[in-house]
């Protein structure tokens, strides 16, 4: 059974920082690329930022230059500042391609204006 468990979200004032953490348990990923995911209110769940197993990040436009995706065996972090008040929402960990049968319950990011 594959568990994951994010944390480090809350809130913040914009243009403030914060560092998400995920846990992975239940399966091996040292192979995998992994990705962190934003669902903002009434939108869908969308790819903030992946890393693959040899570390290389991407990012979408709207965080480049903010935020930072690392991983270290079976963790996986994303630093973020420069935040603004459109990054709001539950951010997720996942593969990249996500086990769509396993996301966790995320954690909520708020940046206030």
């Known amino acids: 059974q594959v568990q994951l468990v994010e944390s480090g979200g809350g809130l913040v004032q914009a243009g403030g920082s914060l560092r998400l953490s995920c846990s992975v348990s239940?399966?091996?990923?040292?192979?995998?690329?992994m990705g962190w995911y934003r669902r903002s209110l009434g939108k869908q769940r969308e790819l903030v930022a992946t890393?693959?197993?040899?570390?290389w990040p991407y990012y979408v436009d709207s965080v480049k230059g903010r935020f930072s995706i690392s991983r270290d065996k079976d963790r996986v972090y994303l630093d973020m500042n420069f935040l603004r008040p459109e990054d709001t929402g539950y951010y997720y960990c996942?593969?990249?391609?996500?086990?769509?049968?396993?996301w966790g319950e995320g954690t909520l990011v708020t940046v206030s204006s």
């Open positions: 890393v693959t197993a040899d570390g």
């Open positions: 239940g399966r091996i990923i040292v192979k995998n690329t």
């Open positions: 996942n593969s990249h391609p996500a086990w769509e049968d396993y």
